[in-house]
């Protein structure tokens, strides 16, 4: 295994993001594998959800396209090398960012009738008979009520687009296709699609990761748009629903501990005394914090992977004890007697997944590893 430093800059505070390239890449097979008909938009919007962009070109090069938000984003990926197609997954925000669209090689969702306004702008100023080299995915609104159009409108709005030259395809999002046992689903919304776009020439992109993973069996379309599946996490928030799917984690979030205290019955740890020991304990403090990245409002009892004897594969759940601080979290070691200064935790990855932790902590799989805090090294795994 050799590692690679995303940037030249190293800091010798032990905290540091694990970022294994060949996971990705497993995890974007098992997509194929899911719906092996499908083209694929690997979605790196949010920075690789806290990724970072470095390994994406090698690792995602058998994605069909990339999508993401940011047009600043899709020149890195540019200059990085990638060739393939680039979705703008909230399309364009000023008549200006059409050319730097076009300037990357850009294709982009369309939402809104300002954005329609700005691409036939663009189509009467070329004055060419040639079909428009930019490829816009309509977004309708079946029920998620964020973006796009209504669906009574969107056949008029189609014919705009389409007679002014563009190559236009068809797109939706799903509001409940990552509550597993939600009803309705998925159904009323694909109807409802269906049925706009019935006769209209196009291409379809409907299923994100929930969609993929549990209800690849009545939601075909010619592309896909997997994001937190790529990177080993749940949609739902909930590891159990996708142990089936045998993805593997991306990042693993590992720092060592600093410091060891041994609280008597009666003593506190941490601001504001929150955990208190009515027997004696030992206490493990750690090196990472909400400004690392780590919710601060994770609770006592919220787990952390703490290194065995013989390294992490022999390790074992502690659990916070105390307020997580800004640099710093207090883990109740008392089980582990062999726990000293320099011993490796995990916070989430390899040996504790980040569906786990977020769930303890109240929040998602997601929120979790966007917010990675910048000063926090990530280290690449070939």
């Not at 200006?96 to 939402?111: N, P, R, S």
């Not at 509001?175 to 309705?184: C, I």
């Not at 992490?312 to 089980?335: K, N």
């Not at 062999?338 to 569906?355: C, K, N, Q, S």
């Amino acid at each position: 295994m050799s590692l690679k430093h995303e940037s030249e800059k190293t800091l010798s505070r032990p905290i540091h993001a694990l970022l294994n390239s060949d996971a990705l890449r497993h995890n974007l097979q098992r997509v194929r594998e899911i719906m092996p008909t499908s083209k694929i938009w690997a979605v790196v919007k949010a920075n690789a959800y806290g990724h970072g962009l470095v390994m994406v070109n090698s690792a995602l090069i058998q994605a069909d396209g990339l999508a993401l938000l940011d047009l600043a984003e899709a020149s890195i990926l540019r200059e990085q090398g990638w060739v393939k197609p680039i979705l703008l997954l909230e399309g364009l925000f000023s008549q200006e960012d059409v050319f730097t669209a076009i300037d990357l090689g850009c294709d982009c969702v369309v939402h809104h009738l300002d954005q329609v306004d700005w691409l036939e702008n663009l189509a009467e100023a070329k004055q060419s008979s040639k079909p428009m080299a930019m490829r816009v995915f309509m977004k309708m609104n079946t029920g998620m009520n964020r973006l796009g159009f209504e669906p009574e409108v969107y056949r008029e709005v189609f014919h705009r687009l389409h007679s002014a030259g563009y190559q236009v395809a068809h797109m939706t999002h799903f509001a409940n296709a990552d509550y597993v046992d939600k009803q309705p689903s998925v159904d009323i919304q694909l109807e409802v699609f269906s049925q706009a776009i019935e006769g209209l020439p196009g291409e379809t992109s409907l299923s994100n990761s929930a969609a993929i993973l549990w209800h690849h069996h009545i939601v075909q379309s010619d592309w896909i748009r997997p994001g937190i599946m790529l990177y080993g996490a749940s949609p739902s928030g909930k590891y159990e629903d996708i142990e089936h799917a045998k993805l593997k984690p991306v990042m693993s979030l590992r720092t060592q501990i600093i410091a060891i205290q041994h609280l008597e019955a009666g003593d506190a740890v941490g601001y504001g005394a929150r955990y208190q020991t009515d027997v004696p304990i030992r206490i493990a403090v750690i090196a990472c914090g909400y400004a690392d990245g780590y919710p601060r409002h994770a609770p006592d009892g919220t787990p952390v992977w703490v290194s065995g004897k013989q390294g992490l594969e022999s390790g074992q759940i502690c659990p916070i004890a105390g307020q997580v601080s800004m640099d710093m979290i207090t883990i109740d070691v008392t089980d582990m007697p062999h726990a000293d200064i320099g011993t490796v935790v995990e916070m989430w990855g390899d040996y504790l997944p980040v569906d786990r932790v977020a769930q303890a902590a109240g929040t998602i799989g997601y929120e979790l590893l966007c917010a990675v805090a910048p000063r926090v090294k990530r280290s690449i795994v070939d």
